[in-house]
């Protein structure tokens, strides 16, 4: 027995009764399966991913809250808002001072003092304690309201914080947002601030919207694949770019989530590793960002700037990714739609206010009312004779009955116990006149919320309205939306290896330095070989390679140029004939040998030219002297062939045996000029038939460039060249006998100047001043039109009110006189507006020899210009009133 009750004892106290366990056992796998879903759903919640309703992270919106408790108009140190706040977030003073740093760079919510650091530089904030911090008055007009503040518990159960900021304004989108939670992220890109409540107010008028980002470091950013914001969109972001001289570029801009310090140091590294040319980098950024990039002898600018986009952080790709909290739970949404939760948040949280505003005045003019007939029918000296505080009540109240059925609501008893607590100070001076004002203005008051709520709407766009004029002035859109080219990495590439070949051997390399030169090429090109046996290959650049023996010909490979002709001459090791094709190559597999023969063995290649711009040589043909053939030596000439594929077989040369094959004549280009156009969007050239066609250029063509400032430059026609829309008048084919028709302002003289002349000088790239180089001068009109037409407006006296209008010829006006020439006069009176017309109809007559109706040919010129008004001078869109089309820039 002794032993059965012990044995009893034992397994209570192991918590066991007749073998079975009285706790549920748990296996370990499920419970960290529950802990790590606990824990992700408390990071992606309270720590990594903002609230729709006030575009907050709670760390945010806890700052805010502390912050607004210490307001007293005054700047506190960061310091103390830091320990403020730690009574509401748990996670201790560096997360808190990182996340009110970051806000204090944003320049909305906070006013700083100190040094905050710099976003543009990198360099970090000063210490908690020596930066000071206060509410912004923006922060205060559209953050905080207790009265439609929803409250909860801080974590220790002392203090109540609010569960989201009645915030009365698209935060989120204005500040953007990053966050890593557990198994997704967030990444919400800053709008502008007017364009934000723009759209706002078009949401709240049922129009459509469409919102971009925009950067404080400003810069160019190209949204075509946006996407709204969302998952599988993609912005890419540029560095503003100068060319300063044509040895110097300037670094204005530089794109978000970057430094100068990591731009700088990619730029450096892109220029150890070869892939850029450039001499030196300077830093001189200080109130602006300059970065100086000073280039090598010898280095195109154009192509430095498409580099440094292609190969380092002056050109950055995003990719946003919307996902924000949505009640208690992530949403991945567009911006547009986050947008319009903000909006209809907005106009519900100002009808709260109203419907509050609207109590409190109904309560005071009821007070008021009271007040009144408390005082005036001497309500209070009745409750003289009462014995009891509940008779006093009574008698209150009795002496209010036959006046409670024009109040909106029951008197109750704390009515009359405010009424017993007004002092008979108030009462021996109370002013019925001065009573009745305050209720007539607390009802006009009240009529006009009510006016409000009845047109919730038109208050909510008003509210927008009003603080675009309060708070948007400095808040512009700083970055640049434009169409970016897709810059090809091997065009724009610097040619920082040597490209060698051992013919024989069947090697090629940048490592063959004792071999053959063949040209200069960068370690990222594709290299083309042709052997003699008839094949050619791709393959990537390498330090040696083998690609074949008895190499004829090799050379970097361009992929789709269509301009490269190959001419060929080949024995067929089957027949004995040898053919003649001519070729190109635009496109191919890398490392595939392709046979440019006809495939059978012991074929050979007899001639071989390479032609960079379809050249077609004549050939001398010497066959064997033992041949039967009656003429042994023939030239032909490579024109006569049309251009096929490599596949081709090609034509019968000759069925002798050849002796040999010499060029007789070098050939001219076969394929004709190029046809070059300008897309102004991008400020390009292109083959691609995108934009404003400027014609079909031989090698020696130029382009004519127009500045806004007055200047003209020659440039060739390089797809690689650049030019700034903005600041372009005409841009076209540069033709020597075209005339320039120019109107410009003097600065010295103030007066206006019409000027014609033909471009003197044959210098490419370099730019000229044709205008007068007095400060203050403007070019207000150029053309190239052979009829230049303007509609002047000016008025005779300064005085005056009466404006005169008058359509010129302005090749009537002025001689074609040289370059330098100041011109003629426009006017002698004040100039009010010049306006571009379209070209006059011109008839030529024809010789009297001609078919009746052939006399009447008409050239209709349309205006060719884009203009750069003066400040003070408007000019509208014009139209050509022959066509009705909208003129454009050529």
Known sequence: MENENQTENFDENNNTKNGEALHEQV?????????????ASY?????????????????????LHALNEMDDGRFNKVANVIGQTMQYHPHGDASINEALVNMGQKDLLFDCQGNWGDIRTGDSAAAARYIEVRLSKFAHEVVFNPQTTEWQLSYDGRKKEPITLPVKFPLLLAQGVEGIAVGLATKIMPHNFCELIEASIDILKNKPIEIFPDFMMGGYVDVTNYN????????????????????????????????????????????????????????????????????????????????????????????PNACVIIGDKPHFVGVSEILKVCTHQTVQLLEQELQIRKGELMEKILFSSLEKIFIENRIYRKIEACETFEEVLETVDKGLKPFKKQFY???VEEDLLRLLEIRIKRISKYDSFKADELMLRLEEELREVEDNLANIIRYSI???????????????????????????????????????????????????????????????????????????????????????????????????????????????????????KRFKVTAVTRDREYNLTAGNPKSKVLHFTANDNGEAEVISVNLTASCTARVKQFDFDFKTLLIKGRDSMGNVLTKYPVRKITIKSAGVSTLGGLDIWYDPTIGRLNRDEHGKYLGNFEAKDNILVIYNNGQYELTNFELTNRYEPKDIAVLAKFVPENIITAVYLDGGTKQYFVKRFKIETTTVDKKFLFISDEKGSKLQFASIDVYPRIQLSYKKDEKGAVVETEDLNLDELADVRGWKAQGSKLTPYKVQLIKPLASKVVEIETSSDEPEGANAIVVNIPVADKLTPPEEIEFPDTVDSSTGEQLGLF
Not at 43 to 63: M, S, T
Not at 257 to 270: M, V, W
Not at 506 to 513: N, P
């Open 27 to 39: 296996a370990v796998a499920g419970l960290y399966e529950n802990w790590f879903l606990e824990y």
């Open 43 to 63: 990071v992606i919640l309270e720590r990594a991913v903002p609230a729709v309703e006030d575009g907050l992270k709670p760390v945010q919106r806890r700052i």
């Open 228 to 319: 709204d914001g969302q998952r599988g969109g993609k912005i890419r972001i540029r560095a503003k770019i100068e060319e300063f001289d044509k040895k110097t570029l300037i670094i204005k801009d530089i794109p978000f989530s970057t430094t100068t310090t990591s731009l700088i140091d990619s730029i450096i590294k892109a220029n150890d590793a070869g892939k850029i040319k450039i001499k030196k980098v300077i830093d001189n950024t200080a109130k602006d960002v300059e970065i100086q990039v000073q280039l090598a002898p010898g280095t195109s600018p154009d192509v430095t700037i498409d580099a440094l986009y292609a190969f380092t952080d002056c050109e950055i790709s995003i990719s």
């Open 409 to 411: 609501r029951q008197i």
């Open 462 to 580: 008003d509210y927008y309205k009003n603080l675009l004029k309060k708070y948007g002035k400095g808040r512009e859109r700083k970055t640049e939306i434009r169409n970016f080219n897709t810059i090809s990495a091997a065009v724009v590439a610097a040619a920082n290896q040597k490209l060698y070949v051992d013919r024989e051997g069947g090697f090629i390399g940048y490592g063959l330095k004792k071999e053959e030169y063949v040209m200069d090429c960068s370690d990222i090109d594709d290299i083309i070989i042709f052997r003699k046996d008839g094949h050619c290959l791709v393959t990537k650049i390498q330090d040696k390679v083998f690609v074949g023996k008895d190499i004829i010909y090799c050379s970097v490979f361009k992929k789709n140029d269509d301009r490269k002709v190959y001419n060929l001459v080949y024995f067929d090791g089957k027949s004995g004939i040898s053919y003649i």
